[in-house]
């Protein structure tokens, strides 16, 4: 299966064509959610504030541009309030499993042997379950928070990390600059880590720009499946859920988180795509 | 581009409606890439039955003119020009169209590559039959394709249980035959073979050759030969082109152009290939210190002593029982072909590689297998690839002070190393994605050196360069060796390099010594009858037919 | 090879058998009562549910007899729908294979000539598109693209029925159009991706320009690149099933379609841990083979691996 990732995740070999316009989209999207994810407290302070004199009231109502859902909440406000939750679970995920797979792909890419025996079989059997039912079913039988999920989803995530960092050194460890500096009889840790890593460093951005968007997917459908999150918590994936019902009353209830997730989804993986290119281009010559 | 005429055929001209007699004529091909000309223009006519040979080093521009002559131009690049075949005349660029009606049928590309250049999940037989029935004007029956496709494989003197193969069964000689068999289905008028030998074994390249000399005489069909060897060209090819910076800078007769060459660039050519050169003597090899050589043979001063080395990986054995000895100031040569496992040995002495069993000692004391044992400073090594055997992510500088910390020496010895190797001072802080390759190879020797090791291995380490930057580090091992005095253990499959080097030889033959002794006697009396071969195939003699 | 394969693949099975028993001891709560639901507990509904589940005897009899019930299909009672989960399973496993079904040749017949095309036009505004919707059909979760279509489709545009599975039949199917073709939005994107990726690399190769330099067509051309490109999609099979599981719990949520994923989802909210337990043990069962067969498929479509296997 690791194969198949290194294909997934490839770099296109022959396209050179960049994609500038949607590029510049995707990261000014990103930096706004950014944005509200860091300051949305205090533009939208009272954005879970039930009123159920004001319940759903269509967009455009006076006062609540985006209208109110079921329960007399600005959805507006709420998609705002909505921005940190999307992003900061997502972002720990990717870097989490970002830290396990430069520590054990490396570890076992290098030094294989018995290591790399135990963490493969570590690794396949992760993989041999989707990760989207193993997230289900810990999160909803143990009833997780968010930050059990958290670290479910950086368990979760961690094997393709691994796998695409073990592919990586693996690939570099068997070239003549690494058994040049065994020559030097450096030690194998500093060769692992000053060595090989630098140059697995544009496959690890790359594969983490990509958990970022992949990890937001799993966030957002774990809370539209009703577990993970809290209800009553400000999440898009939650907006869903709730809005299913008042679609007809109130579609942007539904339609503008719908979008959002969708949107930097889209643009987080663009951005990486991006990034690999750009990244692999300057490695080499 | 007249002088070639007058020599050829001056009554045939170039007239389309000659009939099969007609030569190939190409006018003012020009090649335009992203960046302006890459080949500026330049004629050339070939008669049927006869060969022009293209010969340029790498990256001169003569594979961009091959491939825009059989309209494969990569995305970017376009050609200019007219190509006038017996059938045909082809303005360039041309469309798709008339390239449809012309690749295979008129012209016909041999790529280098015989492991590459046929779908590995098809068997031999269906793609020479695509080929048959992508060139017939009728649909063809399954009998009808099979009996085309056995007489196709008897040309090239395979079998025809060939058909049924898949092409990982075969070997590359074999598979350059097919591919062959397959180019030529169509019965093109002009064949291009674009280093079609360069990826086979030296016993192959010279059959191959001959093939297809012996194919394109019996069909009077003109052929172009495009090779970086100019010593292959001999006997081989009527008339001959030297590519420059996508420039022809000499062009005339074969024996003429290799006897009196009148262009710098074709003397250089032909005096940085070994095979064309003095054979008896390796100029450079004389300014070394020439007693080495007796005392290894004593035993008295050897510095590696590797005895009954053997070296298996799963169930293939590479080595069984191989001894090999370098003494304290010698270059000793270790030749084979690949597979005859000159570079495992090479790694297991360097403890790259974890011998099977046998002894490896150093000074007289015997070293445990693996680099655990072994200090830097008792031997460094030099890769082939230039390419990859320095750290993209390191300037050279960095590479370089990293080994010469691990020396205890200061980093102020930076400036003396980069002399040491001929570079300049500024290429510190250089990156090696900006070095050509044969300026990687020279850091690669200088972070080798920066140890001071007693042995210096250079694993195939010229061979992945142009022949005139190759005799540029050969010529700086040389001096390195006489001021250094290194002992140097060079493997190479190349047995005119060895011969420039060497003090003594050792010839591998799957994993055996088939023969050893000073490197003279060798090479100009071989004993055993697999290094004659090796011998006979390195000098390029013209082939006898 | 194929042996150390098999037996792999069984050890991951066995593993994965003792993690999804342990569930039922792991979940919080008096296992008792989680098993109880809410009916009511008198001493003789207690001692029937551990004489059922033998939580008498030791851990590991515990698990040989849970396993050996399990491989003869008796996966014991689901509380919340009080009915055997073979039943419960059973019962709605029609709708989701119907519906996976559908949007797995949804997926293939349009993604795989879209791939090929895109990869054959690269950098054209066909590529561009294909590009474009492989990167939204990547990135975009099911639930969130069935709701945009939902809305459009059903409420907006009041083409298609908005829940439910129908009365069976043609009128099932035109329920299942939606939430196939959302399904079938992400699944065609990793296979349109596998495809233009394999495509490019394979057309760069040497024997497609020696096939276009001894006068191939090129739609033969593309077709000996699509064989050779097919031993990378066809392994690429488990990616696209790890996607089909979770996208099909989403989509039939997101439709109020009967199916397995709804009943995942329903037990886990409910802890109707039996069900959660059948689900997840043939979810990996399922995966394991078809991961399996993929890897048959590899020694069918490459000669080269088929040498080797033979030799062995």
């Given at each position: 299966m690791s194969s198949t990732e290194a294909i997934v995740l490839?770099?296109?070999?022959?396209?050179?064509?960049?994609?500038p316009v949607a590029v510049w989209v995707s990261i000014a999207l990103l930096g706004l959610v950014t944005f509200l994810a860091i300051f949305g407290n205090l533009i939208?302070?009272?954005?879970?504030a039930q009123s159920i004199l004001d319940s759903l009231l269509p967009p455009g109502s006076p006062g609540h541009l985006l209208g109110t859902d079921e329960l007399g909440r600005d959805v507006l406000a709420l998609t705002i309030a909505g921005a940190s939750s999307a992003l900061v679970g997502p972002v720990c995920v990717a870097l989490g499993s970002m830290l396990l797979g430069i520590l054990l792909g490396t570890v076992s890419g290098y030094l294989r042997g018995p290591i790399d025996f135990i963490i493969g079989r570590w690794t396949d059997l992760l993989f041999s379950l989707p990760l989207l039912l193993a997230a289900i079913v810990v999160a909803g039988v143990f009833g997780a928070g968010y930050w059990m999920t958290v670290l479910l989803l950086i368990l979760l995530f961690s094997p393709s990390d691994i796998r695409i960092v073990r592919a990586g050194v693996m690939e570099q460890a068997a070239r003549p600059f690494v058994e040049a500096a065994q020559m030097l009889s450096l030690s194998k840790t500093r060769i692992m880590f000053t060595q090989v890593l630098p140059n697995v460093s544009s496959l690890i951005i790359t594969n983490s720009m990509l958990n970022v968007a992949f990890a937001l997917v799993a966030f957002s459908s774990l809370s539209f499946l009703g577990v993970g999150v809290a209800p009553g918590t400000a999440d898009w994936g939650r907006q869903l859920t709730d809005g299913r019902a008042i679609m007809i009353d109130n579609p942007a209830a539904v339609l503008i988180p719908a979008l959002l997730i969708i949107g930097v989804a889209s643009a987080a993986n663009l951005v990486g795509d991006w990034l690999g290119q750009i990244l692999t281009r300057t490695g080499r010559s | 581009m007249t002088q070639l005429n007058a020599a050829n055929?001056?009554?045939?001209?170039?007239?389309?409606?000659?009939?099969?007699a007609a030569q190939v004529t190409v006018t003012g091909l020009t090649v335009d890439g992203p960046a302006g000309v890459v080949v500026k223009p330049f004629d050339f006519s070939i008669a049927p039955g006869e060969t022009l040979a293209l010969i340029g080093e790498s990256g001169s521009g003569k594979t961009l003119s091959a491939k825009a002559i059989a309209g494969?131009?990569?995305?970017?690049f376009t050609a200019r020009g007219t190509i006038e075949l017996a059938s045909a005349t082809i303005e360039l660029p041309a469309t798709d169209a008339v390239w449809r009606a012309t690749r295979g049928r008129r012209i016909s590309l041999l790529l280098q590559d015989p492991f590459t250049s046929l779908?590995?999940?098809?068997?031999c037989g269906t793609q020479i039959a695509m080929t048959i029935q992508a060139a017939s004007a009728t649909r063809l029956s399954k009998a009808e394709c099979t009996e085309l496709v056995t007489q196709r494989l008897a040309e090239v003197n395979?079998?025809?249980?060939?058909?049924?193969?898949?092409?990982?069964?075969?070997?590359g000689g074999m598979r350059q035959r097919v591919a062959i068999a397959a180019a030529l289905a169509t019965d093109p008028e002009l064949l291009i073979a674009d280093?079609?030998?360069?990826?086979?074994d030296a016993s192959n390249q010279g059959e191959i050759l001959d093939l297809l000399r012996g194919l394109q005489e019996k069909r009077g069909m003109a052929a172009l030969l495009i090779s970086h060897?100019?010593?292959?060209v001999r006997g081989r090819a009527e008339h001959v082109l030297v590519m420059r910076h996508g420039e022809i800078v000499e062009r005339g007769v074969t024996s003429s152009v290799l006897n009196a060459p009148s262009h710098p660039y074709t003397r250089a050519l032909i005096e940085a290939d070994p095979s064309l050169t003095?054979?008896?003597?390796g100029v450079v090899r004389?300014?070394?210190?020439?007693?080495a050589g007796g005392d290894a043979a004593t035993g008295v001063g050897d510095l590696v002593v590797a005895t009954d080395v053997t070296k298996s990986f799963g169930d293939k054995?590479?080595?069984?029982g191989v001894s090999v000895t370098v003494g304290r100031g010698e270059t000793v040569g270790i030749v084979g072909e690949s597979g005859s496992g000159k570079t495992t040995i090479a790694r297991c002495i360097a403890g790259l590689e974890h011998e099977s069993s046998g002894v490896i000692a150093f000074h007289g004391v015997a070293l445990a297998p693996g680099?655990?044992?072994?200090?830097?400073?008792?031997m460094q090594i030099v890769f082939q690839d230039p390419y990859s055997?320095?750290?993209?992510?390191?300037?050279v500088g960095r590479s370089l002070k990293l080994a010469l910390r691990v020396a205890g020496r200061?980093?102020?010895d930076l400036n003396g190393l980069l002399q040491l190797v001929e570079?300049?001072?500024?290429?510190?802080?250089?990156?090696?994605?900006?070095?050509?390759g044969g300026q990687r190879q020279r850091v690669a020797i200088a972070r080798a050196l920066a140890v001071q090791p007693e042995l210096l291995i250079c694993d195939?380490?010229?061979?992945?360069?142009?022949v005139s930057v190759q005799k540029q580090i050969l010529d700086l091992l040389a001096k390195l060796r006489v001021e250094l005095g290194l002992s140097i253990l060079f493997i190479s499959h190349d047995l005119a390099v060895v011969r420039q080097l060497a003090d003594r030889v050792y010839v591998l033959r799957h994993g055996d010594v088939v023969e050893s002794g000073l490197c003279h006697d060798v090479l100009t009396a071989p004993t055993h009858p697999y290094t004659q071969a090796l011998v006979a195939a390195s000098i390029h003699e013209a082939p006898t037919h | 090879m194929l042996v150390v394969r098999v037996l792999g693949t069984l050890g991951i099975l066995l593993v994965l058998s003792i993690i999804v028993f342990s569930m039922l001891h792991l979940a919080p709560g008096d296992i008792v009562k989680n098993l109880l639901g809410?009916?009511?507990?008198?001493p003789e509904a207690v001692a029937a549910i551990r004489a059922q589940y033998n939580l008498d005897q030791p851990l590991y009899m515990q698990y040989l007899i849970w396993l050996g019930n399990a491989l003869t299909g008796d996966f014991g009672q689901s509380i919340r729908l009080q009915d055997s989960v073979s039943n419960v399973i059973g019962a709605r496993l029609g709708i989701t294979a119907a519906l996976s079904g559908l949007a797995f040749v949804l997926a293939l017949v349009v993604a795989i000539p879209l791939g090929v095309q895109s990869a054959v036009r690269s950098g054209s505004w066909i590529d561009r598109f294909a590009t474009g919707v492989g990167i939204v059909g990547l990135s975009a979760p099911t639930f969130a693209v069935g709701l945009l279509l939902l809305y459009v489709?059903?409420?907006?545009?009041?083409?298609?029925?908005?829940y439910g599975s129908g009365d069976g039949g043609l009128d099932t199917l035109w329920h299942l159009v939606l939430p196939a073709i959302t399904l079938a939005l992400g699944l065609g994107a990793i296979i349109l991706k596998l495809t233009r990726t394999a495509m490019l690399r394979e057309l760069d190769s040497d024997y497609v320009t020696f096939g276009r330099a001894r006068g191939l067509p090129d739609r033969q051309v593309h077709m000996i690149a699509l064989r050779n490109a097919a031993i990378p999609i066809v392994t690429g099979a488990s990616l696209v099933l790890t996607f089909l599981v979770g996208g099909t719990v989403l989509a039939e949520t997101t439709f109020a379609l009967p199916g397995l994923g709804t009943l995942l989802q329903g037990s886990v909210l409910f802890k109707d841990i039996a069900v959660v337990q059948a689900l997840t043990l043939l979810v990996a069962v399922t995966i394991a083979t078809i991961a399996l067969l993929a890897d048959l498929a590899y020694i069918f479509l490459d000669p080269r691996i088929r040498a080797k296997e033979g030799a062995q």
């Open positions: 490839a770099k296109t070999p022959r396209s050179r064509r960049r994609h939208a302070p009272d954005a879970t | 055929t001056p009554a045939a001209g170039a007239h389309p409606d000659t009939p099969a494969l131009l990569p995305a970017g779908s590995p999940v098809h068997r395979l079998p025809a249980e060939v058909a049924r193969a898949y092409p990982h069964e075969l070997s280093e079609p030998t360069t990826a086979l060897d100019l010593g292959m003095d054979r008896s003597a004389a300014a070394s210190g020439a007693g054995t590479v080595l069984h680099r655990a044992s072994r200090t830097p400073k008792q055997s320095l750290n993209p992510m390191i300037s200061p980093a102020s570079l300049p001072l500024e290429f510190a802080r250089k990156r090696p994605a900006e070095l050509s195939e380490s010229v061979s992945a360069l142009d | 809410n009916r009511p507990s008198s489709f059903a409420f907006y545009l009041p083409i298609f029925p908005v």
